[in-house]
T-cell receptor, first 117, second 113 residues
Framework: GAVVSQHPSRVICKSGTSVKIECRSL??????MFWYRQFPKQSLMLMAT?????????EQGVEKDKFLINHASLTLSTLTVTSAHPEDSSFYIC?????????????FGPGTRLLVL | TQLLEQSPQFLSIQEGENLTVYCNSS?????LQWYRQEPGEGPVLLVT???GGEVKKLKRLTFQFGDARKDSSLHITAAQPGDTGLYLC?????????????WGAGTKLIIKP
């Protein structure tokens, strides 16, 4: 099956620093990658949609200058949380939509737990 | 704005009982997916239903897509402690070129031994 990895799985950082999270599709090329944020016991909240080689599309209320997304290749997308603050602490999950398969299918990474002190 | 209402949000039952989780919308979806998520992990796809009236079975789990493709249900027979987790439904609209998913609020399921 399609596998999506995320790195790191867990990160603790000081307030004001930037954190980069990588999302890789390991055995397929991803036309589109999605970044989600999830608060405890809640559903997934879509932050942005990125297509390889073009600028990400951010959801309303998500600051594009704070959450930088780079989708440099068909297998890698990165999310950088700039100048992180404690309120940015959350569980960040990426998903990837394979190229050339059922359009609705998304495969999810294992998530990254971010804690900002 | 498309919405997907999922119910119940929380369910705690004894091992061996049956249960049903519902996802309802006023919008039509081209497909609907069900995921299960463990704490600290990403969602894992259980099934995708695409045809109105479609029924899919995965061992003790039965998934149904409404005839009008506006609603779906997940039925678990003889629930086991291993079924414990967060169940999420998500709908996809063919009108969205990126095929973004519209998510339900999730159902936290606890099966007590």
């Amino acid at each position: 099956g399609a596998v999506v990895s995320q790195h790191p799985s867990r990160v603790i950082c000081k307030s004001g620093t930037s954190v980069k999270i990588e999302c890789r599709s390991l055995d397929f090329q991803a036309t589109t990658m999605f970044w989600y944020r999830q608060f405890p016991k809640q559903s997934l909240m879509l932050m942005a949609t990125s297509n390889e080689g073009s600028k990400a599309t951010y959801e309303q209320g998500v600051e594009k200058d704070k959450f930088l997304i780079n989708h440099a290749s068909l297998t890698l997308s990165t999310l950088t949380v700039t100048s992180a603050h404690p309120e940015d602490s959350s569980f960040y999950i990426c998903s990837a939509r394979p190229f050339g398969t059922a359009q609705e299918t998304q495969y999810f990474g294992p998530g990254t737990r971010l804690l900002v002190l | 704005t498309q919405l997907l209402e999922q119910s119940p949000q929380f369910l705690s039952i004894q091992e061996g009982e049956n249960l049903t989780v519902y996802c309802n919308s006023s919008s039509v979806f081209s497909s609907l997916q069900w995921y299960r998520q463990e704490p600290g992990e990403g969602p894992v796809l259980l099934v995708t239903v695409v045809t109105g009236g479609e029924v899919k079975k995965l061992k003790r789990l039965t998934f149904q897509f409404g005839d009008a493709r506006k609603d779906s249900s997940l039925h678990i027979t003889a629930a086991q402690p291993g079924d414990t987790g967060l169940y999420l439904c998500a709908g996809s609209s063919a009108g969205d070129s990126n095929y973004q998913l519209i998510w339900g609020a999730g159902t936290k399921l606890i099966i007590k031994p």
